[in-house]
């Protein structure tokens, strides 16, 4: 049984730095590409940034320079560091492992106000 669990979400100032967190069970995460999604009100998801089995990265252009999405094998979990954040950084982030059948965790708010 597949599990992602994202932590992280949190309210913060413009300009701030949060990472989240997307930990798995049931699925090494090393064998599949793996995107942090997010959905603003009123939106639709949208893919922010993914990294595939290789390790290579791949980032949306709203979000390049700023955020970062790693893995570290032996936690299974990847992480998405979040720099300069921006009122438009604000939504509901998801991840999801990618393959036959794609699994998706239940989110985690990111609220970017002063």
């Known amino acids: 049984q597949v599990q992602l669990v994202e932590s992280g979400g949190d309210l913060v100032q413009p300009g701030g730095s949060l990472r989240l967190s997307c930990a798995a069970s049931?699925?090494?995460?090393?064998?599949?590409?793996v995107g942090w999604y997010r959905q603003a009100p009123e939106k639709q998801r949208e893919l922010v940034a993914r990294i595939l089995s290789s390790g290579n990265t791949i980032y949306a252009d709203s979000v390049k320079g700023r955020f970062t999405i790693s893995r570290d094998n032996a936690e299974n979990t990847v992480y998405l560091q979040m720099n300069r954040l921006k009122p438009e950084d604000t939504g509901v982030y998801y991840c999801k492992v990618g393959g036959p059948i794609d699994y998706w965790g239940q989110g985690t708010q990111v609220t970017v106000s002063s």
């Open positions: 049931g699925v090494t995460l090393r064998f599949y590409v």
